[in-house]
Antibody
Framework: EVQLLESGGGLVQPGGSLRLSCVAS????????MSWVRQAPGKGLEWVAA????????FYPDSVRGRFTISRDSSENTLYLQVNSLRSEDTAIYYC?????????????WGQGTLVTVSS | EVVLTQSPATLSLSPGERATLSCRAS??????LAWFQQKPGQAPRLLIY???NRATGIPARFSGSGSGTDFTLTISSLEPEDFAVYYC??????????FGGGTKVEI
């Protein structure tokens, strides 16, 4: 059974940083693309990062490029999202999601999310 | 960037009725479109991938159709547990992966 468990969220001041984690189980983690998707309170879904399987290429939308960094530790079956220079508009639940294959971005499994609140 | 526009924003129906949700893409996405269901306090759940294929464990009352720029999610007969928000998402042209704004199906 595929399981994804996020952690690392919390309250952070504007300009601060956090590292979010997603521990994966139930599949061969290094072989699959993974994504982070966020959802601001009461809003829709926004994709913020992806990493391909096997060769770990990374992808970002313009809105977070340069501030967010996705990475993985396949020995620990853990996906990370380093979020820097946080702004109030980054307040959201952050979900990790497993893709269909190493590059096919059908997001078939999702974790329950971790809440990031950016406020002074 | 491919913009996905969902309509209507809210759909008010009763159990047993048929729901028809629309997703329109700003450019051709072939059939690389997925639908997700999200209930309050829960993560999104994949319903349909590649426009018309049901994901594992999804009931047959959910069906998807369309290609190119116009897509439809149909729920043939609403069950009480189907009242939720539904999102479409494309993977034809990325980055970025993009989602529609959502349709809320309410009683």
């Amino acid at each position: 059974e595929v399981q994804l468990l996020e952690s690392g969220g919390g309250l952070v001041q504007p300009g601060g940083s956090l590292r979010l984690s997603c521990v994966a189980s139930g599949f061969t983690f290094r072989n699959y693309a993974m994504s982070w998707v966020r959802q601001a309170p009461g809003k829709g879904l926004e994709w913020v990062a992806a990493i391909s399987g096997s060769d770990d290429r990374t992808f970002y939308p313009d809105s977070v490029r340069g501030r967010f960094t996705i990475s993985r530790d396949s020995s620990e079956n853990t996906l990370y999202l380093q979020v820097n220079s946080l702004r109030s508009e980054d307040t959201a639940i952050y979900y990790c999601a497993k893709a269909w294959t190493h590059t096919n971005m059908v997001l078939e499994y999702w974790g329950q999310g971790t809440l990031v609140t950016v406020s002074s | 960037e491919v913009v996905l526009t969902q309509s209507p924003a809210t759909l008010s129906l009763s159990p047993g009725e048929r729901a028809t949700l629309s997703c329109r893409a700003s450019q051709n996405v072939d059939n690389y479109l997925a639908w997700f269901q999200q209930k309050p306090g829960q993560a999104p759940r994949l319903l349909i991938y590649d426009a018309s294929n049901r994901a594992t464990g999804i009931p047959a009352r959910f069906s998807g159709s369309g290609s190119g720029t116009d897509f439809t999610l149909t729920i043939s007969s609403l069950e009480p547990e189907d009242f939720a928000v539904y999102y479409c998402q494309q993977r034809k042209t990325w980055p970025p992966l993009t989602f529609g704004g959502g349709t809320k199906v309410e009683i």
